[in-house]
């Protein structure tokens, strides 16, 4: 379990970190013609704390666990991507944008099993 947990969070780390990165360095412009129409729908400064919070996040999910320093902390960035990952799929429902929404579904699932994980049976 602890080694699909690791796993689970290596593969939300990736994602989210190369999402937030993509979200600070990108111009609103790139991201929309990139696919990401949402982001034309709200301030560049609203992007940018998304982006922020899912590198922070992608951060938050390794790095507790391999220092085994705070380790509450790799639950509590699993509960924020979760909430991320929520609006996200609210977000592409109603823009009808169906396949990032399973995206996000898969994703939000992931954060999930580890906030569960991380919290239950499989504490550091």
């Known amino acids: 379990m ?8 290596g593969v939300l780390a990736v994602m ?3 999402a937030g990165v993509m ?6 412009a790139d991201l929309v013609a990139s696919g990401q129409g949402w982001a034309g729908d709200v301030s560049p400064a609203t992007v940018r704390i998304i982006g922020a919070l899912e590198v922070l996040g992608a951060i938050g ?3 507790p666990g391999l220092l085994d320093v705070a380790t509450w902390v790799v639950a509590a960035a699993g509960i924020g991507l979760a909430v991320i990952m929520i609006g996200a799929v609210v977000t592409h429902s ?15 699932a992931l954060a999930i099993f580890v906030v569960v994980g991380r919290l239950g049976p499989e504490q550091f």
């Open 16 to 18: 989210f970190l190369l």
């Open 61 to 63: 999910l390794v790095l």
């Open 94 to 108: 109603r823009r009808r944008e169906y396949a990032n929404t399973l995206v996000n579904v898969v994703l939000l």
């Open 23 to 28: 979200k600070l360095t990108k111009s609103q």
């Open 2 to 9: 602890n080694a699909a947990l690791w796993t689970a969070a």
